[in-house]
């Protein structure tokens, strides 16, 4: 795509499984008819940036596109779809800056199932912003390393009623510094989302009191495995225990807390016949927390990379070199970087295979390429299979 795509009241745009859609530039596709991506397990409709390589989670708007809108499209249009289908690299930026992936305005009726949503930013929701009675429909999703600026790592949600059903959602990042400035991976204002059977798990933000979702009702929040816990009928806090491996690094360990674990009582909440990977959703009259169904152990082998991960600095404020202490629990491969307020890669300072227990890794000031960084506000992530941990670091001097 070289422009702006409006999808005209009226009209359809098909896409068929396997296709391709990349984005040249900073461009959206408007849709104020309805949109059919129907993809399959084995051939994902891919809405891409053509230059992902110039990606950044930054404010600039190099090597992205501005992801599917809907603004006020009308219930009466017939509802879009997107099934099997990967959005990645989108952000919101400039005018566009509530919403990376999806941005839902106004009652349309929009379904989405067994998607994947990743490398996508915006100031508000990363992945889906939805106000003004807007009722989006994301069941059997995979919400990962997406981030926001401000609030809702993943979703933000205002005056608005989504639905996000049986979905995987972790490693997804609030950027803003603010501790005092509450957020979380789904962010509610004034709003019910109804949050049923997920895996919310390892999505950090700098508020001073660390949880998944802000202003989550209890009534409409259950069955899902949150990091931290949550109110609510039938929520657990435990290690997922993902494969951590292969095409499906976030399906299930046959030891996982998360099997059975989903609503028993599925009817209404429009979850799909088949899971992310393509197998039977329902077994047994009960799903499983999160996007995948259990499979015997050939589909999903009984290995993988650390679990707990912790990362803590000794001294915060620092100057000079800054040592950081990593606690993991499991052995397994790690990777240590420092960015900046903006998301941006300072430096990898860490990376290869640990041990389990605790180590020191240093920083000793000094950007990729060698010179002294600025004296600032950086921020220390790790991330081992799929955990991510970060810490915050104030420099009080550049060197």
């Known amino acids: 795509m070289v422009g702006e795509v409006v999808v005209a009241a009226g009209a359809t745009l098909s896409i068929a499984p396997g296709v391709r859609v990349e984005f040249a530039g900073p461009y959206a596709l ?15 409709i891919v809405f891409t940036s053509a230059h992902p390589e110039a990606f950044a989670v930054d404010s600039t708007q190099t090597g992205c596109w501005r992801g599917l809108r809907f603004p006020w499209t009308p219930s009466t249009q017939g509802g879009s779809r997107l099934e099997y289908c990967v959005l990645e690299y989108a952000k919101g930026a400039g005018d566009g800056s509530r919403g990376g992936a999806l941005s839902v305005v106004g009652p349309s009726r929009l379904q989405v199932s067994d998607c994947i949503f990743r490398h996508n930013a915006a100031d508000y929701g990363a992945v889906l912003f939805c106000s003004h009675f807007a009722a989006p429909r994301l069941s059997g999703c995979l919400m990962v390393d997406n981030h926001a600026f401000v609030g809702g790592a993943a979703v933000f949600c205002m005056d608005a009623y989504p639905r996000l059903v049986a979905s995987t959602i972790v490693g997804n ?22 949050v049923a059977g997920n895996i919310l798990w390892s999505n950090p933000s700098h508020y ?5 979702i802000r202003e989550g009702k209890g009534f409409y929040v259950t069955m899902n495995d949150i990091e931290l816990g949550h109110p609510g009928e039938g929520n657990f806090d435990e290690d ?28 209404g909440l429009g979850i799909a016949a088949h899971d992310l990977a393509g197998g039977a959703r329902v077994r047994g009259g009960r799903i499983d927390a999160g996007a995948y169904e259990w499979r015997e152990p050939a589909a999903a082998p009984e290995a993988r990379s650390a679990t707990t991960l912790r990362l803590t600095a000794e001294a915060n404020p620092c100057a000079g070199r800054a040592w950081l ?14 960015v900046d307020v903006a998301g941006r890669r300072v ?24 010179s002294p960084a600025p004296a600032g506000v950086y921020f220390a992530r790790a991330r081992a299979g799929s955990r991510m941990a970060a810490t915050t670091l104030l420099r009080a001097s550049g060197r």
């Open 173 to 194: 990042e609030v950027l803003n510094p603010d501790p005092w400035h509450a957020t979380g991976v789904i962010h509610q204002h004034i709003a019910k989302a109804l």
């Open 208 to 212: 001073f009191l660390p949880g998944q």
């Open 240 to 267: 997922p225990r993902f494969v951590d491996q292969g095409d499906h690094a976030f399906a299930l360990l046959g030891d996982s807390p998360c099997i059975d674990a989903g609503p028993a009582d599925t009817s």
């Open 325 to 338: 202490r990593l606690a993991l629990d499991r052995p397994g491969e790690v990777r240590v970087a420092i």
């Open 30 to 44: 408007e849709v104020g008819g309805r949109i059919l991506a129907l993809g399959a397990p084995d051939a994902r």
């Open 347 to 370: 430096a990898e300072i860490a990376r290869g295979f640990f041990t389990a227990g605790e180590h020191f890794v240093s920083w000793d000031g000094r950007a990729a390429d060698g």
